[in-house]
């Protein structure tokens, strides 16, 4: 866990972080199942995160992968309390791996229906709906 600890605080702007971000995988593979969700309460996933802004397709394609396998060891709960802030942010986000990320996340959330209850008191409703529309706007468009 050390070891993903110290990758994941290496993702600096001005850092290589594609290469940190393709490290990490290897990394969990010395974890057992238990290990990971264990050692993810008390690992903070922001500088992957971060990644999803640089703008450049291949560090925000491997920031989603990371995130999708981390993110799946982590309780929904968790994962809400701590990112759902950053879940909405991601909702409009330009590259479809992202918001396809974060709306998987979200129905990982929604299973539970406190959980749902608080996506719903968040308004994290809303910007799904906008999405939706707007893809429906221009798929009958296209028709």
């Known amino acids: 866990m050390d070891k993903l600890s110290s990758l994941l ?3 600096e702007p001005g850092s290589d972080r594609l290469a940190a971000l393709e490290a990490v995988k290897p990394a969990l593979s010395t974890l057992s199942r238990q ?6 309460r008390d690992v903070s996933l922001l500088p992957v995160f971060d990644c ?3 703008g450049e397709p291949s560090l925000i394609q491997a920031a989603c992968s990371v995130l999708q396998h981390l993110l799946g060891f982590t309780d929904p709960a968790l994962v809400l309390e701590r990112y759902g802030g950053l879940m909405v942010h991601g909702l409009v986000h330009q590259d479809e791996n992202v918001v396809l990320l ?6 990982r959330c929604i299973l539970d229906d406190e959980l749902a209850l608080l996506v719903i008191q968040r308004d994290m409703v809303r910007p799904v ?3 939706l529309e707007s893809e429906l706007v221009v798929a009958t468009e296209v028709m």
């Open 9 to 11: 605080t290496s993702l």
């Open 35 to 40: 290990e990971l969700v264990d050692g993810l």
């Open 52 to 54: 999803l802004n640089g």
């Open 102 to 107: 974060i709306l998987k996340q979200m129905s």
């Open 129 to 131: 709906l906008d999405k």
